[in-house]
């Protein structure tokens, strides 16, 4: 994992690592208006010196991804969200994608099925958002299979970078990155026991799905070696929607984890990971939205197989020279889709591996101090694809083809402590340069820098304003530049049937490559400030605000260009025709330069007694040349999450919250939506000592109004009324 010391780290003191058992970790919230910072400035002097337990309670919420250098979220000069376990319990999740309402600026498309979500941040999905498990790149992408294969019980914590960070990452992160850390021995474990054994069940009404998992931990006395593994089994039916429809959907899949870790010394940390997804269902070869089975959209048998091995060293002597990590990492996730009722089997094959080494060089300077980070990375992703009934046993738009990678990084953080306040300086550069290679097609490469400069200031310890500027880019991929074989068929209305009262002729729209596609590339400034409080009503209560605007010009965006002859529709010219000799064809071009703007802003209020925890997201995106709407848009949405505690922390009681405005950002106007109110409540129970200590019961009711809304796309109805119920039992050793 980048950045993850295998100790503290030295920008943490001692006295802010002490635990406070009952008290909830937070996850970092916002709220970007400079002018109530301002304005409660006066009270935030009175905060200088924050306690060693608030600062205790916010070791949960040291980002590790958004700098590659440990760093408190809220101190970050840009929008990251740290969500950690406690809160991912607390959503009793079937899928990741429900998480997503915890984030403000990011969500997940597709529709209700599970195989066919997909995330997009900030308005730009795909390849424009880089998604890691653990660190490993994961870059299976399809027109319509989903592309994130984990299961919530695995989930230590969710980091997502909103944002262009190119500058860190290279390729890929133009809208952000979502950064998925899976469980520790540590995280089942307390700090005097060597053995947890944990089991759980679950049930959801709204799609069936009941769910079983059994999870170990055991850590050896002197804390040298820890072993975590997990096992995961989910099965689920059809989806009950708030239209009073079913949704046909049949799945299951099984998720296991094992993790060893070494720590021969203070200073050394070898550890391994395997991770693995398997999923089988049936559906429709387009799982999104409310799609059913049909002539041109066939039910398949698909299977999932995605596996996930990681190898890290983590060095980490008493030197401000050396804080080190490298890992090796290789991702392969395959889907096949067998259609029912014919012979067709499909499949897509992505194999992604990788190797990344990062050190950070820290220095004391007085009133300052400043943190160089720097590394490189090389990674290769290699597609392959079949179809038993093409002639070649070829797969349309799925070339066998592969792209290599090579990336060299540099950050420097500074930080200076002055009489008029704290500021902190944090510039990064990355340089990559990318190789595409394709069977049979000219080879594509090309290069780019992506710089970055955050700024923030602190006029007292608790008031945040900041400001960053940053240029990213994607390389096309290798789908879009070497996209071949047949994209569909259609009738020749120009020609007679082959016989009388017989169907009519077809003629087929072909893929053709371009190896001339230009990386899309994005300029992006942001602004925002936040607060972070204590004492405010109750005693060792907490209050974080955080958030931004931001503008972003995207240029060269990559596109799908359909051409059809006029022919095939009657017309006289051109005649209609197969292929690209009669213009029946599709490529991707750059055609598009986007601008990107958006509001978020993130509150967390959090006390012994009750918590608040609530976000809103606005965005819009046009083409600067033709007006037109553009991205991945959403209507405004406000979410809160608001919860009692009781008992002494034993049950919470709570309710979450959503209100989307009507959304009309849109190109036709028949796919505007009307705005939504849901409602969901929860309660858990989970004594925290006692004869029941280790045991966690979960029950909530999701929409609980039955509430008919669209996310997706008009006329793409979200599951309905879901009663929820989870069971867990831990025994420590």
């Known amino acids: 994992m980048f950045g993850l010391s295998p100790r503290p780290s030295r920008l943490i003191s001692a006295a802010s ?46 980002t590790i991804f958004a700098t590659k250098s440990d760093k408190d979220s809220f101190d ?5 969200t740290v969500v950690p376990r406690d809160v991912i319990l607390d959503f009793n999740l079937s899928n990741i994608a429900d998480l997503f309402a915890a984030v403000p600026g990011a969500r997940f498309d597709g529709g209700p099925r599970r195989s066919g979500q997909v995330p997009s941040v900030r308005g730009i999905s795909g390849e424009g958002v880089l998604v890691l498990f653990d660190g490993a790149r994961q870059s299976f992408l399809s027109g319509h299979d989903g592309r994130f294969f984990v299961d919530p019980d695995l989930l230590k914590s969710v980091e997502v970078i909103r944002g262009p960070a190119s500058a860190l990452y290279g390729s890929g992160a133009l809208g952000g990155v979502i950064a998925v850390r899976t469980i520790t021995a540590d995280d089942i474990l307390e700090e005097d026991e060597t053995l947890a054994l944990r089991a759980s069940t679950g049930y959801q009404s709204v799609h069936n799905e009941t769910r079983a998992n059994g999870m170990f931990a055991w850590r050896s006395d002197d804390n040298v070696f820890d072993v975590v593994g997990s096992l995961t089994y989910r099965t689920s039916g059809d989806i009950a929607l ?10 299951s899949s099984l998720q296991s984890l094992l993790k060893l870790t070494a720590r021969p010394s203070d200073d050394l940390t070898l550890s391994f990971s395997w991770q693995r997804f398997g999923g089988q269902g049936e559906d429709p070869n387009n799982p999104q939205g409310n799609n059913i089975g049909a002539p041109d959209n066939r039910l398949v048998d698909r299977d999932i197989d995605s596996n996930t091995y990681q190898a890290q060293v983590a060095y980490n002597p008493d030197s401000p020279w050396i804080d080190a990590d490298l890992t090796i990492y290789h991702s392969r996730n395959t889907v096949v889709e067998s259609e029912i009722g014919t012979t067709r089997v499909i499949d897509r094959a992505v194999r992604t591996s990788g190797f990344m080494a990062t050190n950070r060089s820290r220095f004391d300077l007085g009133t300052g101090d400043l943190t160089l980070t720097y590394g490189g990375e090389i990674y290769e992703d290699k597609q392959t694809g079949s179809d038993n009934t093409s002639p070649d046993g070829s797969r349309g738009g799925v070339p066998d083809a592969q792209t290599t990678f090579y990336g060299a990084f540099m950050q420097a953080e500074y930080n200076q402590q002055t009489p008029i306040g704290a500021f902190s300086l944090i510039p990064a550069l990355r340089y990559d340069h990318f190789d595409s290679s394709a069977t049979g097609q000219p080879d594509a490469s090309d290069g780019a820098f992506s710089p970055k400069v955050g700024l923030s200031y602190k006029p007292v310890e608790a008031v945040l304003i900041f400001a960053n500027w940053s240029e990213a880019f994607r390389a096309p991929s290798f789908n879009e530049i070497y996209a071949d074989g047949i994209h569909f068929q259609i009738p020749n209305f120009s020609a007679p049937p082959l016989f009388p009262g017989g169907p009519p002729q077809f003629v087929t729209n072909f893929f053709v490559e371009n190896a001339d596609l230009q990386p899309e590339e994005s300029t992006t400034w942001e602004v925002g400030a936040g607060l972070d409080l204590a004492d405010l009503v109750l005693s060792n209560d907490s209050l974080r605000i955080k958030g931004s605007y931001y503008w972003s010009n995207v240029d060269n965006l990559i596109d799908l260009e359909v051409n059809i002859p006029g022919g095939c529709f009657g017309a006289p010219f051109p005649p209609c025709g197969s292929g690209a000799v009669f213009g029946n064809f599709s490529r991707n071009v750059n055609v598009t330069n986007a601008r990107l703007t958006g509001f978020e802003a993130e509150l967390n209020y959090d006390s012994d007694v009750f918590y608040v925890r609530a976000n809103f997201a606005t965005i819009n995106g046009t083409n600067r040349d033709t007006g037109e709407f553009v991205g991945i848009l959403s209507p405004d949405i406000f979410f809160a999450d608001i919860g009692l505690k009781v008992l002494q922390g034993d049950v919470r009681l709570g309710t979450r919250v959503t209100i989307a405005s009507r959304f009309d950002d849109v190109n036709e106007a028949a796919q505007a939506r009307d705005g939504y109110q849901l409602a969901d409540i929860y309660t858990v129970w989970q004594p925290q000592d006692g004869p029941l200590k280790g045991i966690r019961v979960d029950a909530g009711v999701d929409n609980i109004t039955d509430a008919d809304y669209e996310v997706v796309n008009a006329g793409v109805s979200q599951p309905g009324r879901n009663f929820k119920l989870s069971v867990a039992w831990q025994m420590d050793f």
């Open 76 to 80: 970050y000069p840009g929008e990251v």
């Open 17 to 62: 690592c002490a635990v406070q058992p009952l008290r909830r970790s937070r996850y970092i919230a916002g709220l970007s208006v400079t002018a109530l910072a301002v304005g409660l400035a006066g009270h935030a002097n009175a905060q200088d010196d924050m306690d060693s337990a608030a600062m205790a309670e916010d070791a949960e919420l040291i």
């Open 242 to 251: 708030g239209n009073g429809l079913d949704l046909p959907a049949d799945d």
